[in-house]
């Protein structure tokens, strides 16, 4: 009888390969699979990665304030979420959350009537305090970190 070499230099022979032992192989494969794609996405929904919020820890670089006129408003997304800068006549650069508080829609600068506009449901926010003007929006645009270094302006950060 043929005897095999392994890997250490021992020889052994072969076990052969039942039916049901393939069968406990394949059935236990199978199992482990079908519980790992049950469980890992259970996990992942109970313990997300953490995500940071507008205006959240990271910073961005908006860009030279130069480029942002008074009386100038830009939307840009800032850890996933928008963010409107304005620059203001009256309190200078601002930020806010571009999510209308009413029901999440993007906000939007009205460049001649200087207010950031909501164009769902013409709610209406102040650009410098970002207060509720009028309309069905509960409460004002959230603030969002913003500060002007070396003639650029940066929001989010802690
Ligand atoms: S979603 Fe903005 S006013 Fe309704």
Wanted: aromatic share 6%; charged share 15%.
């Amino acid at each position: 009888m043929a005897q095999n070499v392994n890997m250490f230099g021992k020889r052994s022979s072969p076990e052969p390969v039942t039916r049901r032992g393939f069968l406990q192989w394949a059935l236990g494969t199978a199992f482990v699979a079908t519980i790992s794609g049950v469980v890992i996405p259970i996990i992942g929904y109970l313990w997300p990665p953490a995500r940071r919020g507008a205006g959240g820890a990271s910073r961005l670089l908006v860009g030279p304030a130069k480029d942002l006129p008074v009386g100038q408003a830009k939307v840009l997304p800032v850890n996933d979420k928008p963010v409107i800068v304005v620059n203001t006549a009256q309190g200078g650069i601002k930020a806010f959350s571009a999510i209308c508080t009413h029901l999440g829609c993007v906000v939007e600068w009205h460049q001649s009537k200087q207010y950031i506009l909501c164009p769902c449901h013409d709610g209406r926010f102040n650009a410098v305090t970002g207060a509720v003007i009028s309309g069905p929006p509960p409460s004002a645009l959230p603030a969002v970190r913003v500060s002007v270094e070396n003639g650029d302006i940066y929001v989010g950060g802690a």
